[in-house]
């Protein structure tokens, strides 16, 4: 790729976000419908993100942000969690924004003399923090000491039970890793699928809260295998008529289970969809990800009570927006966004310019496209789940624009995609000589005019070439077998074929008379001597 690619790609995170006017920033709209930990996760990347990513000192409008950010999220931590070793860091970071830069100190002692920050009442909350690692060292005490009493006397529900409690408080003060070590102990004295799918249901909450969807995997085909097994999906087949012997209380209580398994199901379906979609993102299959998002609108009805845990409705949308965008035709895009209500829904005020996005993209406008996707930037890298691919499905939607535009032409000016796009010259012209170094674009520019020529594809070529690669592959495959014929003939290699039949009845002799089995003679009543060949 030349110097010169990808406008996006020069573009360093500094320069996405520079644009963004931080007093005028809509928090609400950021936080959403998020809670408990999935709320701290997202508030936490923010300061992480911004105070991480420059090589030197972070620029006044990245730590303006960092800090707003940090003072809503430590009252999150105090009234939600025991997570003192975030709320310390966030304290930290507050005094000092590029302490993120400087070696791990998470570990070091909180003590009167650490800091003095903004944090409601001005100062670090000394008597909270302490009063939670109480909280918590009391809690590991009391659980330790039922544990080895249950361990002793081999009581495996109370054992599970207390592992799944000790994971709880490790949620609770942040320790992902631990929690996991619990759930993994649990797994060992679960003894129904029952206890397995709320088992796996916790595990998958967790990973989601604390948004690690690169362990994700293994834990959602465990819990997907579980749940058919307890709840299997519903068949579209009609019942089979009861029995006469079933009475009317039998069939209604047999129907309330039915109903009650369906709720159940429904449930965890919903977070195994998301936790598939997220999955997908992160390993960059913008399909399987639009798709399985979509999916808990379609086919679950919507989160219900898993809304905000660990993503937003208004997140979905946006996910299921740009990864649709990046991966599908106009065919598609416009069925599976603008022409699907179950989309519409996901699409709150504050995220009304997707649909412009999409229309604009649709209505081949990539002036208007451009424009929406250069506002996308900040707003793309300040979320969690698409921080990481922002450039990526940036310039995929930017490639497929551009294809689309030069695929009528046999030749046309750079300055005039340049006007069409919104861009100047010199971008315009880094973009496209990208795509014909990548030959996506079949062509070549003439440097002196700026003017691209495309190439017409020679279908008449492309046939000789293929009927000419499908005779040799004929003929290969033809010389092998006659020379392995000729070996097997000259004895230098065995046929694998069974030796054919050389029973009396199978041929003929030197007379031409036809000689059969005297058996088998006897058994058809035929003189052997009476017929000739």
Not at 269 to 277: E, L, N, P, S, V
Not at 367 to 374: F, H, N, P, T
Not at 405 to 412: C, D, L, M, T
Request: net charge negative.
């Amino acid at each position: 790729m030349s110097s010169s690619s990808s406008s996006s790609r020069r573009r360093s995170v500094e320069d996405m976000i520079s644009p963004m006017d931080v007093d005028s920033f809509d928090w609400a709209a950021y936080e959403g419908t998020y809670q408990g930990r999935a709320l701290i996760t997202r508030l936490t990347h923010i300061p992480t993100l911004l105070l991480t990513s420059s090589s030197s000192h972070p620029p006044p409008y990245a730590i303006a942000l960092s800090k707003a950010a940090l003072t809503r999220l430590i009252p999150h931590i105090k009234n939600d969690t025991w997570d003192y070793t975030t709320y310390f860091q966030s304290v930290r970071l507050l005094l000092d924004p590029t302490s993120l830069k400087k070696p791990d100190e998470s570990t070091m002692d909180i003590d009167e003399s650490a800091a003095s920050a903004v944090a409601g009442d001005g100062e670090v909350d000394m008597e909270w923090i302490e009063n939670v690692k109480e909280l918590e060292r009391r809690e590991n005490t009391r659980l330790d000491v039922e544990l080895r009493g249950y361990l002793s006397n081999l009581i495996k529900e109370s054992i599970r039970l207390t592992y799944l409690a000790f994971a709880q408080i490790s949620i609770k003060v942040g320790n992902s890793s631990s929690a996991m070590k619990n759930y993994g102990a649990a797994r060992e004295y679960s003894t129904s699928p029952q206890h397995h799918v709320d088992l796996g249901v916790g595990i998958v909450e967790t990973l989601l809260a604390f948004n690690l969807p690169a362990t994700l995997p293994g834990h959602i085909s465990k819990l997907e295998a579980t749940l058919d097994r307890l709840h299997p999906p519903p068949t579209s087949t009609k019942n089979q008529a009861e029995a006469a012997n079933v009475t009317a209380s039998d069939i209604r209580e047999r129907r309330e289970n039915e109903l009650r398994s369906l709720s159940v199901r429904k449930s965890v379906m919903i977070r195994i969809k998301i936790a598939k979609g997220l999955v997908a993102l992160y390993n960059r299959e913008w399909a399987k990800a639009a798709r399985e998002l979509l999916g808990v609108h379609e086919d679950c009805g919507g989160q219900g009570d898993f809304e905000g845990k660990a993503i937003s409705t208004s997140d979905i949308g946006l996910i299921v927006t740009f990864c649709t965008l990046a991966n599908g035709d106009r065919d598609q895009i416009r069925r599976v966004l603008l022409e699907n209500p179950n989309y519409k829904s996901q699409i709150d005020d504050s995220n009304s310019w997707l649909i412009d996005l999409i229309n604009s993209f649709v209505d081949a406008d990539y002036g208007q496209v451009m424009r929406l996707l250069y506002k996308s930037e900040p707003i793309l890298l300040l979320n969690p789940f698409l921080s990481a691919h922002t450039t990526t499905l940036i310039d995929l939607i930017q490639t497929k624009c551009i294809l689309q535009y030069v695929q009528p032409f046999s030749s046309i000016r750079i300055q005039t995609m340049a006007n069409s796009f919104g861009l100047t010259e010199e971008q315009m012209l880094g973009l496209v000589e990208g795509l014909v170094e990548g030959k996506e674009i079949r062509g070549k520019i003439d440097l002196i005019d700026h003017v691209i020529d495309m190439t017409e594809p020679d279908y008449r070529n492309e046939m000789f070439k293929n009927a000419y690669q499908v005779g040799k592959k004929v003929s290969e495959v033809t010389q092998s077998a006659i020379l392995r014929m000729k070996m097997i003939e000259a004895g230098l290699i065995v046929d694998p074929r069974p030796p054919k039949s050389e029973k009396p009845g199978s041929g003929v002799d030197e007379k031409g008379q036809l000689v059969l089995d005297e058996g088998l003679g006897e058994g058809l009543g035929i003189e052997p001597d009476s017929y000739d060949a």
